[in-house]
């Protein structure tokens, strides 16, 4: 069956049949189990329901007070400068946290950055960051990590002194941040969130790198990075005005693929089918289903044309990692010192943000977030067997930890198709052969799936060359 347009029917199915499975362990003879429906995706629907335009304008313009937050400009001053800046948005994350009982810790991560290309003297950095730990158990070192970057810039990095409003790029990406762990803070998830402002991001990525290599350090277990960055115009320097959907970059061949992964890769496929690529199909697939007034274009490329983001540490290290950007950007509004030339307004202004479209930016996020946090792990050391030649195909893949898992999935879809098209519950297994279907003409993936219906993004497997 086709999963576009269709989750909510196509969800109810699935559940009804994998609790049956479970329960009967002979999927033939299922009879169609009650089962009330999927509580947590109407939490999800809560969730995107209070995330409200009217914050993310306050947040904005309150950012955009500060004059500049260049990160070379004042750490000290209380009302001009980047210090400003990031003591507001700690009071504010601080503020947010309380919702959480406890369970959302706040912190001010610094370094001092030596000199570098764009760092004339030693400075120091410092990302704010907004930890809601999870509260299972088995998926609470499983984490997800959304950022915006709270630094701005005019013609130059370099200039701490003109005035940076930076409304667009980026208080939109801080401010959709920030409204989220508002949101989301007095919720309970599965995994742990991390909600991110980062800074030196103009300087060449420099907080998120930090962040990215102390999670790399600590091993932490980072299973997808969102960020948010030019987030606001939807009046671009075309003339398309597009209000109704958002790109979401996604890789697909991995930035830390190895030769060898490379041989496999060019012998059986993949180089559409990264983990960065899968977490963009679960966005598009959520937002489709529960943000459905706003649509995601996904594009297959790691950032725009020759450009960079703060997801790329994340994807140099092995994390899964996506980037949230608007259609159409307007140049005029960015990277621009304040001024009018020959009656045109030249300056990233908060009077060029279309707040209620940051707003569905912060939705499809949210959304997106919750389901990863409250999903299963994705399926671990997911193969196909293929040491015989076979009509069929044979999946394996290693058990799931959590308690509450009721099963897995089987995804497929068409090697042309963009996303996963069709869906099969298989029970609580961890093999299954999908007969008659050749793994030279599909794709397939696996997904798992929880007894409240959350499913987490597919794997795509790997050749299994010898049988074990
Ligand atoms: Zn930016």
Redesign the pocket.
């Known amino acids: 069956m086709k999963l576009r347009n269709q989750l909510p029917r196509v969800f109810s199915i699935v559940m009804t049949v994998l609790f049956a499975a479970a329960s009967i362990a002979v999927v033939a003879q299922t009879r169609p189990a009650r089962r009330p429906a999927p509580v947590r995706n109407r939490a999800i629907t809560n969730i995107v329901r209070e995330i409200d335009a009217r914050n993310i304008e306050a947040t904005i313009r309150k950012l955009v007070s500060f004059g500049t937050r260049n990160t070379l400009s004042e750490q000290n001053d209380p009302r001009r400068g980047i210090g400003a800046a990031r003591d507001w948005l700690y009071a504010e994350f601080t503020k947010a946290a309380e919702a959480s009982h406890g369970r959302m810790t706040v912190e001010k991560q610094s370094y001092e950055q030596p000199k570098a290309a764009r760092v004339p003297e030693p400075t120091i950095i410092t990302n704010v960051v907004a930890t809601l730990k999870g509260s299972q158990p088995e998926a609470t070192a499983r984490i997800y990590v959304v950022s915006g ?1 709270y630094d701005s810039m005019c013609n130059t990095p370099v200039d701490a002194k003109c005035d940076a409003p930076g409304a667009n ?2 208080a939109s990406g801080t401010a959709a941040v920030l409204e989220m762990a508002r949101v989301m803070a007095k919720y309970e998830f599965d995994a742990t969130i991390v909600f991110m402002a980062v800074a030196g ?2 300087q060449s990525l420099l907080g998120s790198t930090h962040f990215a290599e102390q999670a790399k350090q600590k091993n932490w277990n980072v299973d997808a990075m969102f960020t948010n ?2 987030v606001g115009n939807t009046l671009g320097g075309n003339g398309v005005r597009d209000r109704g959907q958002v790109r979401v970059f996604s890789e697909g061949v991995p930035s830390t693929e190895t030769p060898a992964e490379a041989t496999t890769r060019r012998s059986v496929g993949g180089e559409n089918d990264s983990a960065s690529r899968q977490l963009a199909r679960f966005i598009k697939e959520t937002a489709d289903s529960l943000v459905p007034q706003f649509k995601v274009m996904m594009i297959y490329r790691r950032d725009r044309y020759g450009r960079g ?1 703060d997801h790329i540490p994340f994807l140099e290290r092995g994390y899964p990692a996506v980037r949230f950007t608007e259609v159409n950007e307007e140049f005029r509004h960015q990277h621009q010192n304040v001024r009018v030339e020959n009656g045109v307004q030249f300056g990233d202004l908060p009077e060029f943000v279309d707040f209620a479209y940051v707003a569905n930016v912060a939705r499809v996020n949210a959304a997106s977030l919750a389901a990863l946090a409250w999903a299963p792990s994705r399926p671990m050391g997911v193969t196909i067997l293929s040491q015989r030649l076979s009509n069929d195909t044979e999946l394996r893949w290693e058990a799931n930890k959590e308690p509450d898992l009721a099963g897995y999935e089987i995804v497929w879809r068409d090697t042309t198709a963009a996303v996963w098209t069709d869906s099969k519950p298989v029970g609580n297994v961890t093999q299954f052969t999908m007969k008659g279907m050749s793994k030279d003409n599909y794709f397939f993936g696996v997904r798992a799936i929880d007894k409240d219906g959350n499913k987490s993004p597919a794997t795509y497997p790997r050749p299994q060359m010898r049988n074990p």
């Open positions: 970057h790029d980026d991001e103009e960055d030019i983001g």
